[in-house]
């Protein structure tokens, strides 16, 4: 069995106001993409990964992070898209039939995966085709209309977030984001976005996505917020095995 991990680094993360892409900031001394890169490398579910990046960092991300920690399962670099879906695409462009069973498709932006989730995921994708993992939420949650008034107040026991990673049977993720792409202008033209793989997977195949739960150390880092509190939840880990 074969796993191949796509790790998404061509976002240019406007949100956090630097001129450096998030991913590539500094965090307890190490560009954000290194831990997501380390945390698959160091999980021998993991065959290789494949990075998705601008080609403007490929020599960055070759040269300060994979070969400088020697994260030899990197097998590739790939020139990201313009929006995350294109992205994901040129991912699962780069790997073939022979080399994958199972892709993980995780955001470079979430540096706090931890090994016992993408370990976790790699066993329930064995049972079922496409994983999720995520968290439930533990706000109230208010639907609106177009002009701002709540039209539904779901179940907040039934509402969850979406994370990385997200794991699919490679030849169903595959043809799931074949045919986005072939009818990408109908859902551009209808206001739709895909937003994560798991919705391409529910629009395009018969298959249901299994939610399994995530951790809430694995954040996403869009804001100076959240850098902030990425970095106070590294300082309170157990320290990591860094040593490379």
């Not at 990201?80 to 040129?90: C, K």
């Not at 949650?141 to 026991?157: A, G, H, I, N, Y």
């Not at 739709?192 to 150390?217: C, H, N, Y």
Request: net charge negative; aromatic share 6%.
């Amino acid at each position: 069995m074969k796993n191949t991990a796509i790790i998404l680094s061509a976002g240019q993360g406007k949100r956090m106001q630097k001129a450096t892409p998030k991913q590539y900031l500094s965090l307890d001394g190490r560009p954000i993409l290194y831990y997501s890169l380390k945390a698959y490398a160091d999980v021998p579910e993991i065959s290789n990964i494949v990075v998705v990046a601008c080609e403007s960092d490929h020599d960055f991300i070759h040269n300060d992070i994979i070969k400088k920690y020697d994260l030899a399962k990197v097998s590739e670099i790939v020139d990201g898209g313009l929006e995350r879906h294109h992205s994901v695409y040129q991912g699962l462009l780069a790997t073939s039939a022979a080399d994958s069973d199972y892709i993980f498709i995780h955001d470079g932006s979430r540096p706090l995966i931890d090994a016992a989730t993408i370990r976790k995921t790699a066993e329930a994708v064995l049972q079922h085709p496409a994983i999720v993992v995520g968290i439930p939420v533990t706000d109230t949650v208010k639907l609106l209309d177009d002009t701002q008034m709540v039209c539904e107040t779901p179940r907040r026991s039934s509402v969850w977030l979406a994370q990385t990673p997200q794991v699919f049977d490679a030849p169903l993720i595959r043809e799931a984001y074949r045919k986005m792409m072939e009818n990408e202008a109908r859902l551009t033209a209808e206001g739709i976005t895909i937003t994560d793989d798991a919705m391409a997977v529910e629009r395009f195949s018969q298959t249901k996505v299994m939610l399994i739960p995530g951790s809430v150390r694995n954040i996403k880092i869009t804001t100076p917020e959240d850098m902030e509190t990425a970095q106070l939840i590294v300082a309170m880990q157990t320290p990591l095995n860094l040593s490379n």
